[in-house]
């Protein structure tokens, strides 16, 4: 099955603790994305990587890491999380640029 | 300046009734591409239509329709006949950057009572 997996999909954690999300897509998608969802504000893009070791800044990039080592695996990294990441987050992959984005399940995650 | 702007917030509609959501965008290019996606109470994310700019034919599946105006920047979306399992939230969003990112709206809250 056509799936874009995000690990975990529920956290609770504390200031400061570093934190990894997993994502990893199994379409061969060149494109993948990470986005945060937050209450009145719709979604907004973090992180997009076009291909293997291509990475590149969001609308909201700080206090977040990217790696794209494989090309199906985006890993969404918080080195120093604070409360104000509190969010849900969604990986998305697309095969070509402008296609439709598959997105992943979600990872809600709290920092306290 | 906000380049998706879906001004209704959140629209409340008895079963049967008909529904559009209004999503209005703004971008300089001439080359782009608009998206509808719906976000059911189960959280996930599911696409519904992608429409680029040099296609404003309208388009319609089963209950839901599409109508996309250039000249008013404008890309609403009608559901025909709602029901129950319509409520969620649906987002329409933009995608001008010829590197997949999508700018998406606030999103409106759409609930159908029975």
């Known amino acids: 099955e056509a799936q874009v997996t995000q690990n975990p999909r529920y956290l609770i954690t504390v200031t400061g603790k570093k934190l990894t999300v997993t994502c990893s897509q199994n379409m061969n998608h060149e494109y993948m994305s990470w986005y945060r969802q937050d209450p009145g504000l719709g979604l907004r893009q973090i992180y997009y990587?076009?291909?293997?070791?291509?990475?590149d800044k969001g609308d909201v990039p700080e206090g977040y890491k990217v790696s794209r080592k494989e090309k199906r695996n985006f890993p969404l990294i918080l080195e120093s999380p604070s409360p104000n990441q509190t969010s849900l987050y969604f990986c998305a992959s697309s095969y070509r640029n402008n296609q439709p984005q598959h997105f992943g399940d979600g990872t809600r995650l709290s920092i306290l | 300046a906000q380049k998706v702007t879906q001004a209704q917030t959140e629209i409340s509609v008895v079963e049967k009734e008909d529904v559009t959501l209004d999503c209005v965008y703004e971008?300089?290019?001439?080359?782009?591409?608009l998206f509808w996606y719906k976000q059911p109470p189960s959280g996930e994310l599911v696409f519904l239509i992608r429409r680029n700019s040099f296609d404003e034919q309208n388009e319609i599946s089963g209950r839901y329709s599409w109508n996309f105006q250039k000249s008013t920047s404008s890309f609403n979306f009608t559901i025909t006949a709602s029901q129950v399992v319509d409520s969620a939230v649906y987002f329409c969003a933009l995608d001008d950057s010829g590197y997949s990112t999508l700018t998406f709206g606030k999103g409106t809250m759409l609930l159908v009572s029975p």
């Open positions: 990587s076009m291909n293997v070791e291509v990475t």
């Open positions: 971008t300089r290019d001439t080359t782009y591409y």
